[in-house]
């Protein structure tokens, strides 16, 4: 048995598809403890608006948002997981298929950086990265679409030997500087050390992780608690007009690296768009989130 | 604190304008225009310059940053969906749009630069805050399809005058008095960052 074309394009445009229609299930509860927290009037209304916007794009089988972004994977392969077919043709070609057939149209977001002409296609498209995971028969695949509102701010600053309220202070600068227009309350995710383009991926990767999952360093345990709690006290609120529901959660990850330390930092607006699946060798598909 | 619910007819006049206060919420009734494109304010600019005419009447408008799929069935013009885009990308537009074409509301997602909120008081002219992510809400609220304007550009940077019933509720984010609750928030994280707090 194996893990066919057909398996991995059909999955792939699926959770694409599901990532622009409903948003998680910890996200909704996320919005939902902001909500019962929030002590500011217009950031409580707004808090409910998102609920009852989520919900109602959930039940008509609409787009939360028209930003549907460009396509993210994340695929986690495993070393024992075996294939029938080519995966990367298969991603695009599910992509592709989707786009023609996805009921509302999508708006042609991707763009050519050189040209700034936009379609459906381009250069890389989708976005995909691969990793491996060790003994594993199945291929874990993650769709997380970047839009415009939360792409833009993310940032990656490279110090030299950088104590914690260094780090800090580089989340707190970008956050405030994002300020109103990642559509928060924001999931954020912060990678730290290893190298430039490492970092980044960390940072991402981050993003991803389930509210209310505890990170297994301590360290982080409180940097992360710190750091929601700074944020949320800086009172840009749900859309940035005012509350204290600023950040969902914030995620670290962190790598050993040289003295030379890179501190990525990078968005989910608040329906922190995420969708998972994994397809075993034996032709079953698991749909996780 | 408590606020207050302001349902309105649009365009908004100045006076109407000028009765909201950042922080009150309106829903949305009558005519807006919309648009979501960067070359499209552009072109705007190139409109007030005399290069060429405007595709559609904007004086006294209420200008949104509200992206939208339309298509033509029929040779009639149908809007799937709408939601708001960013609109600090408008900031160096905004101002000369709001002097000059003397709009009373405009709005999107994320606000307006400073420059921006001072042509706002002089013409008496609200921001509204939508909800991104609002999409399936927000485009409940289409009634009718008026004009679409600039059909060469992507359907979201196309010009569009829609009849909408309870749009929102949207959030005044800026005020025709000079209150910018962005910049007042913005500076409040600053001093916040400031002093590590």
């Given at each position: 048995?194996?893990?066919?074309?057909?398996?991995?394009?059909?999955?792939?445009?699926?959770?694409?598809?599901?990532?622009?229609?409903?948003?998680?299930?910890?996200?909704?509860?996320?919005?939902?403890?902001?909500?019962?927290?929030?002590?500011?009037?217009?950031?409580?209304?707004?808090?409910?608006?998102?609920?009852?916007?989520?919900?109602?794009?959930?039940?008509?089988?609409?787009?939360?948002?028209?930003?549907?972004?460009?396509?993210?994977?994340?695929?986690?392969?495993?070393?024992?997981?075996?294939?029938?077919?080519?995966?990367?043709?298969?991603?695009?070609?599910?992509?592709?298929?989707?786009?023609?057939?996805?009921?509302?149209?999508?708006?042609?977001?991707?763009?050519?950086?050189?040209?700034?002409?936009?379609?459906?296609?381009?250069?890389?498209?989708?976005?995909?990265?691969?990793?491996?995971?060790?003994?594993?028969?199945?291929?874990?695949?993650?769709?997380?679409?970047?839009?415009?509102?939360?792409?833009?701010?993310?940032?990656?600053?490279i110090f030299s030997f950088p104590d914690?309220?260094?780090?800090?202070?580089?989340?707190?600068?970008?956050?405030?500087?994002?300020?109103?227009?990642?559509?928060?309350?924001?999931?954020?995710?912060?990678?730290?050390g290893?190298s430039?383009?490492?970092?980044?991926?960390?940072?991402?990767?981050?993003?991803?992780?389930?509210?209310?999952?505890?990170?297994?360093?301590?360290?982080?345990?409180?940097?992360?608690?710190?750091?929601?709690?700074?944020?949320?006290?800086?009172?840009?609120?749900?859309?940035?007009?005012?509350?204290?529901?600023?950040?969902?959660?914030?995620?670290?990850?962190?790598?050993a690296g040289h003295g030379f330390t890179p501190?990525?930092?990078?968005?989910?607006?608040?329906?922190?768009?995420?969708?998972?699946?994994?397809?075993?060798?034996?032709?079953?598909?698991?749909?996780?989130? | 604190?408590?606020?207050?619910?302001?349902?309105?007819?649009?365009?908004?006049?100045?006076?109407?304008?000028?009765?909201?206060?950042?922080?009150?919420?309106?829903?949305?009734?009558?005519?807006?225009?919309?648009?979501?494109?960067?070359?499209?304010?552009?072109?705007?600019?190139?409109?007030?310059?005399?290069?060429?005419?405007?595709?559609?009447?904007?004086?006294?408008?209420?200008?949104?940053?509200?992206?939208?799929?339309?298509?033509?069935?029929?040779?009639?013009?149908?809007?799937?969906?709408?939601?708001?885009?960013?609109?600090?990308?408008?900031?160096?537009?905004?101002?000369?749009?709001?002097?000059?074409?003397?709009?009373?509301?405009?709005?999107?997602?994320?606000?307006?630069?400073?420059?921006?909120?001072?042509?706002?008081?002089?013409?008496?002219?609200?921001?509204?805050?939508?909800?991104?992510?609002?999409?399936?809400?927000?485009?409940?609220?289409?009634?009718?399809?008026?004009?679409?304007?600039?059909?060469?550009?992507?359907?979201?940077?196309?010009?569009?005058?829609?009849?909408?019933?309870?749009?929102?509720?949207?959030?005044?984010?800026?005020?025709?008095?000079?209150?910018?609750?962005?910049?007042?928030?913005?500076?409040?994280?600053?001093?916040?960052?400031?002093?590590?707090?």
């Open positions: 048995m194996a893990i066919t074309f057909e398996m991995i394009k059909q999955v792939t445009a699926q959770l694409y598809e599901r990532s622009l229609k409903q948003i998680p299930d910890d996200t909704r509860q996320a919005l939902v403890q902001a909500s019962s927290r929030e002590t500011n009037e217009t950031g409580r209304r707004t808090l409910q608006i998102m609920i009852e916007s989520a919900d109602a794009a959930r039940s008509q089988q609409s787009l939360v948002c028209s930003d549907s972004g460009v396509p993210v994977y994340f695929m986690q392969i495993g070393t024992q997981a075996q294939f029938e077919g080519n995966v990367k043709q298969a991603i695009e070609e599910g992509f592709a298929e989707l786009v023609a057939t996805i009921n509302p149209p999508l708006l042609p977001h991707v763009t050519n950086p050189l040209t700034l002409e936009r379609g459906y296609q381009g250069k890389g498209m989708p976005i995909t990265t691969f990793d491996l995971v060790d003994g594993a028969d199945y291929i874990d695949i993650t769709c997380s679409p970047k839009a415009l509102g939360s792409g833009r701010w993310a940032a990656l600053e914690l309220p260094t780090i800090e202070n580089f989340v707190m600068e970008t956050v405030v500087k994002a300020g109103s227009q990642p559509c928060p309350p924001v999931v954020i995710g912060v990678g730290i290893g430039f383009d490492y970092a980044a991926k960390m940072a991402k990767e981050a993003t991803l992780r389930q509210i209310g999952t505890v990170n297994p360093e301590p360290i982080l345990v409180d940097m992360e608690a710190h750091l929601l709690e700074r944020i949320n006290k800086t009172g840009f609120g749900p859309m940035g007009t005012g509350g204290d529901s600023t950040s969902m959660a914030v995620h670290i990850n962190y790598c501190v990525a930092v990078c968005f989910n607006c608040w329906i922190n768009r995420r969708t998972r699946a994994r397809c075993y060798n034996d032709g079953r598909i698991q749909m996780l989130e | 604190m408590s606020i207050t619910t302001h349902r309105m007819t649009f365009p908004l006049s100045a006076s109407d304008a000028r009765k909201l206060r950042a922080g009150d919420q309106v829903i949305i009734d009558g005519e807006i225009i919309i648009t979501a494109g960067l070359p499209t304010h552009a072109r705007f600019l190139d409109c007030l310059d005399g290069k060429e005419p405007f595709p559609m009447n904007l004086h006294g408008a209420s200008l949104f940053h509200l992206g939208s799929y339309s298509r033509e069935t029929e040779g009639q013009f149908e809007i799937l969906y709408i939601n708001p885009t960013t609109s600090t990308r408008f900031n160096p537009h905004m101002p000369r749009l709001i002097r000059e074409l003397q709009l009373h509301a405009t709005g999107g997602k994320g606000g307006l630069d400073e420059a921006s909120a001072q042509a706002m008081q002089e013409a008496g002219c609200v921001y509204l805050s939508f909800l991104g992510g609002g999409c399936t809400l927000l485009s409940q609220a289409i009634e009718q399809v008026l004009e679409v304007g600039w059909t060469d550009m992507l359907t979201h940077y196309r010009v569009v005058r829609l009849r909408v019933k309870g749009l929102g509720p949207v959030t005044v984010g800026i005020d025709a008095h000079g209150n910018n609750l962005y910049a007042r928030i913005h500076e409040a994280a600053q001093e916040q960052l400031k002093s590590g707090a």
